[in-house]
Structure formats: structure tokens, C-alpha cells
């Protein structure tokens, strides 16, 4: 059993303006002309075996960033340095080790997702198809910059900074709840703030940014007394008191457990004022969800009793849960032993009934040094020798020691209910001393890589259209939702396909170390075995022989044995 | 002291006089030396095991590399040759050696006594063939070999006299691996050997200069058309030189280097590099009646000092030592450096095991390795150093034999002064 909440703290509002759209990310944004900006804090890693897809966006372990930004290709290096520490400054994190070294430049994945550029092309599906052509269509040019640190912990520090983004920070709304030493004592837990531009009108003459808030957290509520009942002021010790009185919605809004043959397995207390709804077109992706709508209830005669909410099981457990299947499952490890060489293989399961269009992109530090020529494709266990009808584009930049990593980004076509592995050896780089962290024989983090696919929706999960998925629940009437945003969501709704970004695991690399206490000890021994060359070769080149005679040898022990016998 | 010249033209002319038996004997070597390639070459897993040595194959040499190739066969039987070709331009190099040493001073020894001749090209060619260092790079595909062979061709075309071609070979070996650059004093050295006027070896030293330059140049102006840009310059002898990659193997610089603390590490990677090119100057000077000896001695000190060595060095260099053969009885410690060479070439692979693969060892034991296999190599070059200025010696100072005591020898006591 888990529970997904869902906070869109969603403050949009039109550029410098400040009463609602924070003035830090305003002047952040501003000072280093970001386009669309994407930070994402994880700590543990998503199931995507056992829980669907994330409701929200959320990355792989540690911090992922990345940004379009305005400018050539000089300007947008110095600009992604300034954006880099200073969100790291901001958000209290490491950010600012996101250097050349880490950053890449992807040239199929994370496309815009500015509404605005979806607006400004022919047609809004062109943009999430593999067409890279996305800057020709816009008149000033703009660079994509990504990087992540997948050994980032986070913690408290860095919801704090968080929150105060929030036009309520935590005093009231749903934020509330954010308790540190409850969102950290989670499987899961995800937070990222997503901004982007977007279109006021429909010819897109008026345009604003978008700020997006989420954080997604993982409960494991059966983990204390094996009970499965929870409630609110359980998961976070802390009650809504009231609504933010800046929001123009604020809702919560609960998907109700899918379950196959019991009905009536629970009792939500309280039920929802409107009863249960429903959403999806078709059978198959029709979900029974719960809203509670906060500015409602408080504004009620109910105003100032907190709001509570919890879920009671029959016999304290679900039965026959509908098992979640998601349509694109992946797995990445590595292969080999020993600390000289290794291989790294990606396993991806399409458990959907037809073919899937998906891009892979994976980066690999400099100090893995991949040899591409040695790469390799299985379909279903069987090695293929053509790699022409599974990968469509292969786009490989080699890694410059010391400088940048190495990129690999593949379209992939997936057949129908296959999996796809891939196998790539590589040699371990030997480090110096001083590029080691100071544990060194715990290794190195690898980043995960990234999978993006368009898959069709399917009953209990929602994907990476979420976010707008979720306005339209909310039925937003605020002037801002406008008729642009809502064709491009309707769109994807019609075509029941959401994108999804699909995570990997974090890898721990271990490298070969040197002997972190001989440092002196290495630069007396060679120094000395050099000198001895040195040395012995100057004695030969600067003297010559001279026979010893033999009358002088002879006179010589004759002195030595008179000295003898003096004494 | 009076210098007596014992000609032995007449005694080396009779033992070249039956060539067929010499021949048969060529055609039994080489093809013994081919076979074993060829059959080698059979076991796939051993030729993998070889390329992934670090003894064998470095950063600059190793086959993996570069582009894999679709013509496995095609690749093997090229190293193949080039090694067979090697073998037959260091026969030949002995073949003229013997020539001038005909006409050079003999040394008189044991009363009136002359000295022996050295090996025969064909026993410098076997002692190259059946090296296993050499039988080892080969299989494991290193690229050194190629470098191996323009440095010996460089030496051949040097006795020959060929100028143009000894130039563009020594020219292809530094181009192919910066080093070499530095034979061209005893390359040059060679090419002057017959001349007596001191204007026509300035003369000729310049022509050498010029043509060494020429194809260098357009050896680079070759590889920029092929490439398209001049990143290949940086990423090659950048490489080398600034030693970036710190890749272990049997030489000085990877553990020093991934030691060293970052402030001192420009300061002594100069030295290093320096310290290498600088012998050139001295021995050349001092040693320069032995061009081909110069040139053995340069490669070791390439071999050992470079910042990427491997066994194909050592190769190059212990099939160039027989070219100099009359000077192995003045050795003093042949024993201590076989026993050297024979300690860290079987340690090596052991140790590499224990650090990197068992995790029972770590670092420090192949390192120390790695240190006794550059101080055999050091052993070998100044007691080698040593021997010929010894034999130089007795063949200057002949000990006075007639009346005295025989055993005043070349093993008679001397000291240096």
C-alpha cells in the first residue's frame, strides 16, 4: 500500500511581478536569461515495478537540473556557471559541482516543454515526436544544458528554501503538512520546482512564466504496526488548519485503490462532499478519484475545526489489488569484476501490446571510458547483428578526460512486449590521488539515465501529462489557464498517451586507488632510482680508465702493512 | 705504447664462404618465427590477453584503441611481417657492421691473441625473433611495433649510407611516437661514419637535419588533411608528454604522477621529460666513434624513462644490445640484470592481480615492480656503458704483452679517473 500526495503550489503570474511569483528564481531567471528551468531533489529510488509512474515528475536519486537558456553557445556556458551556483546558493545544495565535467547537452531528450513553444510550431505532437529541429522554428537561439548529481543527499536544508517559494510558505494550505521529519522518513521523496513560459492569448502575443512546485513522497503505512489504515495527521503530524488565502484552488484530491473483486474494502472518513468521481474516457483508464476542496471546506461552518482526513480497511489490509503494469520498466547494472575493466548493461521492458518510440540517454563520466565499438543488442535473449530496426538515431559524444563525459542517446523502437538489453564494456581510469573523494574505496556514483517514451495511458497511472492532467480536475477558472494550454492538453488527452521519463538506477563504480599515505614515499623512491641512472651515467661520460699498476698495488700494501705494524 | 693491427678481413671473408648452409639456416629461423606468429595468433582469448595487459599495451599502444578493424587476419599477419622484417633488418645491420669492423682496430688480448667476432646476423635476428617480449607484444597487437620497426629501419638505412631514407624513417618513428626524434644524432652519426673531412660531416648533418624536417612536416600536414584539423597534435603528444593518462605499467611516471601533489606537478613533469632527451647531448659526444651503441642506449633510456613504456620497448632495445655483442665480456653484472628482468616480468602480472583484481594487494605492489624492472634496465645500460668504454680502452691502451705476464688481460684492473 502506498499514498501519493500531490501539492501543486502553482503560482503563475505575469514577469516582474512579484506578489505571487517568488523574487529570487524572478531575478535568478532574469540575470542568467533562463528560457525553462527543471530542479529536481530525490532521495531514494522510484519502484516503478510496483508503484506505476509518478504522479509528478520526479528524477532519478540525487539532483537533476536542467535548463534552456538563451544565447550562443559562449554566453550559455557562462550563463549555466552563474545559474549553477547560484541556485546552489538558493537551494542550499551542491549544485555548483555541476561543471563542464557533468554537463551535457542532450540532442533528443528533454525538449521544451513551454507551452509557448508547443503554441509557436505547426502542430503540438511535433514537438514530442524524436524531432530535434525544435530551435529552427524560434527566432533567437537557445541551448539546452543538463546535469546531475546523483550522490546529493537531500534533506531538511533544502525544503527550507523549498517552502519559502510558496506564496503561503507553510503557515497555511496544504503545505502545512511539509514536516521535515516526516517527508524524510519516507521510501520516496521528491521535490522539484518546474518553470517554464507559457501563452496568455492564442496567437501567443502575451507571454508569462509558469512556476510549478511538486513534491512526492512515498509512505510506507503498513511499515509500523502492519496495519494498512492511515490518515493525515498520522503520515505528517500536522493538520490544515486553513486554506492559503492567496490560492485561487487548492484542493486534495485522492485516487481511490483500484481493487478487482471486493468492493467496499474501506471507509474514507470524512466522504467527499461531492461523492466519488471519475475520470478516463475508456474502461481501461477510467479512475475513481476523491476531491476535497480546501477553500470549500474552511470557508464553511466547518472553518475552524483542522482538516482531517484518513482511510480505514476492513480487516486492516486490501485485498486483490490491481497490480500495476507499467508500460516501460528499465533496469541498468553493471557487469564484470576486478577494478580494471567493466561492462554496462541496460535492460528495457516494453510490457505494452504494440511497438513504442522511446529515447535513451545515458551519461557516463570521463573516468569510464567506453569503447563503442563494443557495444551490443539483444532482442528477447538473442544477440541481433543488425542494430538498424531497433535503433533508429544513435547520437555518441565521446568523453574528454578531465573536461566532459561521455553521452549516449539512442531512438529506440521497442517491439510489443520485448525486452531490449543493451551491453557496453569500458575501461576504469586511473585517478589521482587527489581526484578521489576522501572515501574513496566506497566508489563512485554513476547518474542514472533517462528513458523518454509517449505511452498510452492505462487505469491507475498518470503519467508525465500529470501536471496538466491534474489542473483539469482542478477546473481552474483563473484568467491564465488559457485556450493555447488547454488545446495542447485536450490533445493529449484525446490521444490518451502521456509522456513518461523512466529513471534508472544510480551505479557505485568502484576504481582502482592508489595508496592514499605514500605520497613522499613514491617521490623519494623514483626520485632516487632516477638519480642512480643520473649519477652513474654522468661518472661514465665525464672519466676515463687508468690501469692500476701493478708496482703501485704492491706499494701500496707494503704501506698498509707498515701502518699495521706502527700500531 | 705501440698499437698493433691484427687484420682479420681475410679470417671473416673464409666464414661468409659457404652461403648455402647460412640460408638454409636464414630460411629455418624465420619460418620457425612465422610459424610460431601464425599459430599464436590461432588462440583468440590469448591475443585478448595480451592486448589487455598494461605490460604490453599503454595508452599510446594498445590496439583497442584505435579503430577496430573488420580484417582480423589481414591485422595479424601485418604484425607478423613487420616483426619478420625487423628480424631481417637487424641481420643485415650486422651483415654491414661486420664490414666496417673489419677494417676497425683490433684488440689484442692474452698475448697475441685477437679478439672473437661478436654474434652473426642471424643470431641477432634469432635473439630478436624469440624474445618473448617481442613474441608478446606482437600477439598482443601493440602498435609500438611499428614505431620498433622505422627506429631500426632509421639504423639500417643509417649504415647503408641511404640519407633520405634513413631520415624519413627516423622521422616516422618520432611521428609515431615523439621520441625517436632523438635517434637522429645517431642516425646521423652513422651516416658520417666514413667521412673524414670535418666540412662534409657538417655538410651531411645539415642535409640530415633538413630532410628529417621536411618529412616530419609533412608527415603532420598528412595527418592534418586525413583528420581535418590540428587536434590530433594535442591529443597525441599532448598525451605523451603531459602524461595524462595514468594508466599503470612498468615505467616511472604513472604512480608518481597520481601521486604527486597537484602545485609540483607541472615542475616535474618538465624535469621528467627533459631527463629524458637530454642524454642524447652527452652520448653522442662521448660515444660517438659507436653510433650504433648510441642508438641502442637511446632507446633504453626511452624504454625506461618514457612516460608509457612497455615490453615492445624492451623488445627494441635487447634486439638492438647483440648488434654490439663484442662488448658482453666486459659485462660485470649480466647475471644480476637477467635476474632483474626475470623477477618483474614474472612479478608483474602476479601483483597486478593481487591490486586489482583480488584486492589483497594494493598499489604500492606494482609499483614497487615497476621500480625493480626500471632499475634492471638502469643496471643494463651503465654496466652496457661501461663494457664498451672498457673494450674502447683496451683497444686504445693494449696491456704489454711481450715478456710479462699473460694474465694482464682485458681483465687486467683498472679504475676510473
Known amino acids: ?567 | 705504447m705501440a698499437l698493433t693491427t691484427v687484420d682479420s678481413a681475410g679470417d671473416s671473408t673464409l666464414k661468409r664462404a659457404s652461403p648455402t648452409p647460412r640460408s638454409l639456416n636464414a630460411s629455418i629461423i624465420f619460418s620457425t618465427a612465422l610459424a610460431l606468429r601464425i599459430a599464436l595468433f590461432q588462440f583468440p582469448a590469448l591475443t585478448t590477453l595480451l592486448a589487455g595487459r598494461v605490460e604490453i599495451s599503454t595508452p599510446i599502444t594498445s590496439f583497442k584503441r584505435c579503430t577496430p578493424t573488420s580484417r582480423p587476419l589481414l591485422v595479424n599477419l601485418l604484425y607478423v611481417a613487420c616483426d619478420l622484417l625487423i628480424g631481417y633488418m637487424l641481420s643485415q645491420i650486422t651483415v654491414l657492421k661486420d664490414k666496417d669492423s673489419a677494417k676497425a682496430l683490433k684488440i689484442r688480448q692474452f698475448g697475441d691473441r685477437i679478439e672473437e667476432p661478436g654474434m652473426d646476423g642471424l643470431k641477432v635476428a634469432t635473439f630478436y625473433l624469440f624474445n618473448p617480449y617481442t613474441i608478446a607484444s606482437c600477439i598482443g597487437r601493440s602498435t609500438i611495433l611499428y614505431s620498433n620497426m622505422a627506429v631500426v629501419a632509421g639504423i639500417w638505412m643509417g649504415m647503408k649510407g641511404n640519407k633520405g631514407l634513413a631520415m624519413f624513417s627516423v622521422a616516422a618513428a618520432a611521428y609515431l611516437s615523439l621520441y625517436p626524434a632523438m635517434l637522429i644524432v645517431p642516425v646521423v652519426l652513422l651516416l658520417a661514419r666514413n667521412d673524414t673531412v670535418q666540412d662534409q660531416k657538417k655538410k651531411m648533418a645539415l642535409q640530415c637535419v633538413t630532410i628529417f624536417t621536411g618529412s616530419l612536416a609533412s608527415l603532420f600536414l598528412l595527418s592534418y588533411v586525413l583528420v581535418g584539423s590540428w587536434d590530433f597534435f594535442s591529443s597525441v603528444y599532448g598525451t605523451i608528454l603531459m602524461v595524462s593518462d595514468l594508466t599503470p605499467n612498468l615505467g616511472l611516471f604513472w604512480y608518481f604522477f597520481i601521486e604527486m601533489f597537484d602545485q609540483f606537478r607541472p615542475f616535474f613533469i618538465l624535469v621528467f621529460q627533459i631527463h629524458v632527451f637530454i642524454f642524447a647531448a652527452p652520448i653522442s659526444i662521448k660515444l660517438r666513434n659507436h653510433p650504433l651503441f648510441v642508438a641502442f642506449l637511446l632507446c633504453t633510456v626511452m624504454g625506461t624513462f618514457k612516460g608509457y613504456p612497455s615490453f615492445g620497448d624492451a623488445s627494441l632495445y635487447l634486439g638492438l644490445l647483440p648488434l654490439c655483442s663484442e662488448i658482453f665480456k666486459y659485462m660485470r653484472y649480466t647475471f644480476l640484470i637477467v635476474n632483474l628482468f626475470l623477477y618483474s616480468s614474472l612479478l608483474a602480472p602476479i601483483f597486478w592481480y593481487l591490486w586489482v583484481y583480488v584486492g589483497s594487494g594494493n598499489a604500492n605492489f606494482f609499483y614497487a615492480i615497476g621500480l625493480v624492472y626500471g632499475i634492471g634496465e638502469i643496471i643494463l645500460m651503465i654496466d652496457t656503458t661501461y663494457a664498451l668504454a672498457r673494450r674502447d680502452f683496451e683497444a686504445q691502451s693494449p696491456p704489454e704483452t711481450s715478456g710479462e705476464d699473460p694474465s694482464l688481460g682485458w681483465d687486467r684492473e683498472v679504475i676510473q679517473k
Open chain 1, 1 to 567: 500500500m502506498m499514498d501519493e500526495e500531490h501539492f501543486d503550489g502553482a503560482a503563475s503570474n505575469l514577469f516582474k511581478h512579484y506578489n505571487l511569483f517568488p523574487r529570487s528564481i524572478g531575478q535568478i531567471l532574469h540575470s542568467f536569461d533562463v528560457e525553462e528551468l527543471h530542479l529536481t531533489f530525490t532521495q531514494g529510488r522510484w519502484h516503478y515495478g510496483d508503484w506505476g509512474y509518478p504522479i509528478a515528475p520526479s528524477a532519478g536519486t540525487g539532483v537533476e537540473l536542467w535548463a534552456w537558456l538563451n544565447g550562443d553557445n559562449n554566453r550559455v556556458k557562462a550563463n549555466w556557471k552563474g545559474l549553477t551556483n547560484t541556485l546552489s546558493g538558493l537551494f542550499c545544495a551542491s549544485l555548483n559541482f555541476i561543471d563542464d565535467t557533468i554537463t551535457i547537452e542532450p540532442k533528443l531528450s528533454f525538449r521544451h516543454e513551454g507551452l509557448y513553444n508547443v503554441h509557436s510550431q505547426s502542430s503540438p505532437s511535433a514537438q514530442q515526436s524524436f524531432n530535434t529541429d525544435t530551435n529552427s522554428t524560434t527566432a533567437s537561439p537557445k541551448r539546452l544544458r543538463y546535469g546531475s548529481l546523483p550522490h546529493e543527499n537531500v534533506c531538511t536544508e533544502n525544503l527550507t528554501p523549498w517552502i519559502k517559494l510558496l506564496p503561503c510558505k507553510s503557515k497555511a494550505g496544504i503545505a502545512s503538512l511539509l514536516k521535515s521529519h516526516k517527508l524524510f522518513d519516507t521510501r520516496f521523496y521528491s521535490m522539484a520546482i518546474h518553470i517554464r513560459p507559457v501563452c496568455e492569448d492564442e496567437h501567443c502575443k502575451v507571454k508569462s512564466l509558469e512556476l510549478v512546485q511538486t513534491i512526492t513522497t512515498v509512505f510506507d503505512v503498513a511499515r509500523k504496526d502492519g496495519s494498512f489504515n492511515w490518515s493525515i495527521s498520522e503520515l505528517f503530524e500536522r493538520d490544515i488548519t486553513q486554506a492559503c488565502p492567496l490560492a485561487t484552488t487548492s484542493k486534495v484530491i485522492l485516487h481511490l485503490p483500484q481493487t478487482t473483486q471486493f468492493a467496499h474494502q474501506y471507509e474514507l472518513v470524512p466522504f467527499p462532499p461531492q461523492g466519488i468521481q471519475t475520470v478516463g474516457s475508456t474502461a481501461e483508464t477510467r479512475q475513481e478519484i476523491a476531491v476535497y476542496d480546501l477553500k470549500a471546506l474552511f470557508s464553511g461552518t466547518r472553518a475552524d475545526s483542522p482538516f482531517q482526513l484518513s482511510m480505514h480497511w476492513r480487516d486492516s489490509r486490501p485485498k486483490s489489488v490491481r497490480a500495476v503494469s507499467p508500460g516501460i520498466v528499465a533496469h541498468r547494472y553493471f557487469t564484470g569484476y576486478g577494478q580494471e575493466r567493466g561492462g554496462l548493461a541496460i535492460e528495457i521492458q516494453n510490457n505494452n501490446a504494440q511497438d513504442v518510440e522511446a529515447i535513451y540517454l545515458d551519461t557516463l563520466p570521463w573516468y569510464l571510458k567506453l569503447y563503442l565499438h563494443t557495444f551490443s543488442i539483444e532482442l528477447d535473449g538473442k544477440t541481433l547483428d543488425n542494430h538498424r530496426d531497433l535503433v533508429k538515431k544513435m547520437f555518441y559524444q565521446p568523453a574528454v578526460d578531465r573536461a566532459r563525459p561521455a553521452v549516449l542517446e539512442l531512438a529506440l523502437v521497442l517491439p510489443a512486449r520485448s525486452m531490449v538489453k543493451f551491453a557496453v564494456s569500458f575501461d576504469k581510469v586511473f585517478l589521482k590521488y587527489t581526484e578521489h573523494p576522501p572515501d574513496a574505496n566506497r566508489g563512485f556514483d554513476v547518474g542514472c539515465a533517462v528513458i523518454t517514451a509517449l505511452l498510452p495511458r492505462e487505469r491507475g497511472q498518470i503519467g508525465y501529462g500529470a501536471l496538466d492532467h491534474l489542473r483539469i480536475y482542478q477546473e481552474r477558472e483563473a484568467n491564465l489557464v488559457q485556450s493555447a494550454r488547454l488545446e495542447a492538453v485536450a490533445e493529449a488527452r484525446e490521444n490518451e498517451q502521456d509522456k513518461i521519463r523512466v529513471y534508472t538506477e544510480t551505479l557505485l563504480v568502484s576504481l582502482p586507488t592508489p595508496d592514499f599515505s605514500m605520497p613522499y614515499n613514491v617521490i623519494t623512491l623514483t626520485c632516487t632510482v632516477i638519480a642512480l641512472f643520473f649519477g652513474s651515467m654522468f661518472n661514465l661520460m665525464t672519466r676515463n680508465f687508468e690501469v692500476v699498476e701493478q708496482t703501485k698495488l704492491k706499494e701500496d700494501k707494503g704501506k698498509g702493512k707498515k701502518e699495521d705494524a706502527t700500531k
